[in-house]
């Protein structure tokens, strides 16, 4: 009977310090859960931070994409008008060159017309 009941007492013993080694794992894995749940939190925190980031870059991005197709539009708008002005200027230098022309053939008939008159009077004079 003594041999019964130290065989349980040791039994007792063994199942006790059994005990105790899985509740000291059982408080460690508590403390990487909780810690985990911190970290979950924290990352959590950090992902809406992100996203909220984002979205604001992404309005910044679509209002900067409509900012610069006005000025695609406005520069097509100025090629076309430098394209007018140029034909424009070249078609003012063509009729400059032509009343230039003009202007030059008609001083050239004065002055044939001042020496043929000059020759005129010359020969009547004689």
């Known amino acids: 009977m003594q041999r019964t009941q130290e065989l349980e007492q040791r039994h007792k013993e063994a199942l006790d310090a059994q005990a105790l080694v899985h509740a000291g794992k059982v ?6 859960r909780d810690e985990l749940k911190e970290q979950a939190l924290k990352l959590s925190q950090e992902k809406d931070t992100l996203n909220g980031t984002l979205v604001e870059a992404q309005g910044v991005v679509v209002s900067k994409a409509g900012e610069l197709s006005e000025a695609n539009n406005s520069i ?51």
């Not at 408080?27 to 990487?32: C, F, N, R, T």
């Not at 063509?94 to 010359?122: G, I, W």
């Open 76 to 126: 097509r708008d100025l090629k076309l008008k430098l394209g007018d002005h140029k034909k424009m200027l070249s078609e003012a230098r063509a009729r400059e060159e032509t009343l230039t022309k003009n202007l030059e053939d008609e001083r050239q008939l004065r002055r044939n017309d001042a020496t043929n008159h000059m020759d005129f009077m010359k020969g009547e004079n004689l």
């Open 27 to 32: 408080k460690e894995l508590e403390v990487e």
